[in-house]
Structures are given as structure tokens and as C-alpha cells.
């Protein structure tokens, strides 16, 4: 866990997945938080490179809702929820939802293995040193790989999943925050039709 002050030697997800003391992975106690836009706080402020060599930077994410999955290739739980992430980024992308994953521990051969090997068609950031998870974690603390943050429009964290994404479960966050601020998704609009049909 990562605590303010300490060293990031000893707190960084990125040493502990490389500790070489042969842990599959950091395990998630499973928890799901989902966080009122009230309650969100200041937006994220990430920058990173993606494995092609691309630089990303948060500020490209305004007015887009972003999920991020902190992962890498040797650990169980990102296999097991793989398909779900690719699934869910390729039926939000016509509604502009970005996907991007956040690799702590891979060279790129070994990302590149994993992402042919699941299908994964969306980018990740390289993180082995640590630096954009740490980031990160001013705003909600990511505890485990795999972690899943899910930001609204802007840029703000709207929901955290610690451990395996479960579809339904992270469908429902994503949904969510892309219906704020949509007049359809409005239920003044659903009350005012049924008044009509009552006329």
C-alpha cells in the first residue's frame, strides 16, 4: 500500500511485482468503490509512453470517459479478466470510451505476447519504474494489480476495482458515468413522457 512520505522504493507496485520472491501477482481483496461526482475531487494529471513509442497525456482525455487497468503478463488475475476488458473496450468505443492498459513489469515483447495472445486491441502505457501508477495515487490508491480506475469526462476518478474486473460489475461503472450529464439518460424525460402517454 502506498503511504505519503515513504520510500517509493518500498512502496511501488512496480518493485513488488519485480521482487523476485515468486508471486504470481498483488492480490485485490475484490473491493469495488464507485465515487459521487461530488465527491471526485481534482482531475488526474498523467503523462506516460505507450509501447509504440507514443507519448499520452491526461489532458487529451477531457470529455472522454477513460478506464485504466493496471496489469502485466505473468499475473493470473489480469489473464482471467483480459477478455472482459477487451469485450467492454470495443462495446463502449462508438460512445468515445478510452481503454488504456498500465503494464509495471514487462518488456515489450512480452506485453506484445499477451496482448496477441487475449486479442487486446487498445494501448498500454509502460510503467515498469513505477512513476505513472505512483501518480495515480494521490487520487485513489491503487492496491493491487490488477487494479481498474474508470475516470469520468473529466478526468476525474469515478470508480476503483481492486482485483479481477467482473463484466457486469465494471459495464455497470462505466455506463454510469458515461450517462452523466446526458439529457437522455435524464428521468425528468422518462416522467414527461409518461404524462403525455397518460394525455
Known sequence: MFVTGCSAQNSSLADQANAGDNKNYIAGDGSVAEYAPDSRGEPVQVSGELFDGTTVESGQWVGDVVVLNVWYAACAPCRVEA???????????????????????????????????????????????????????????????????????????SARILGVAEESTLETLIADVVAEGDPAASPSLDTSSEADDAN
Open 83 to 157: 477478455p472482459t476488458l477487451q469485450k467492454l473496450s470495443t462495446s463502449f468505443a462508438p460512445e468515445g470510451v478510452k481503454f488504456y492498459g498500465i503494464n509495471v513489469r514487462d518488456e515489450k515483447p512480452t506485453a506484445e505476447a499477451f496482448e496477441r495472445n487475449f486479442g487486446i486491441t487498445y494501448p498500454s502505457f509502460v510503467d515498469r519504474d513505477g512513476k505513472l501508477l505512483l501518480s495515480l495515487t494521490s487520487y485513489v490508491p491503487p492496491q493491487a494489480v490488477p487494479t481498474t480506475l474508470v475516470l469520468d469526462k473529466q478526468g476525474r476518478v
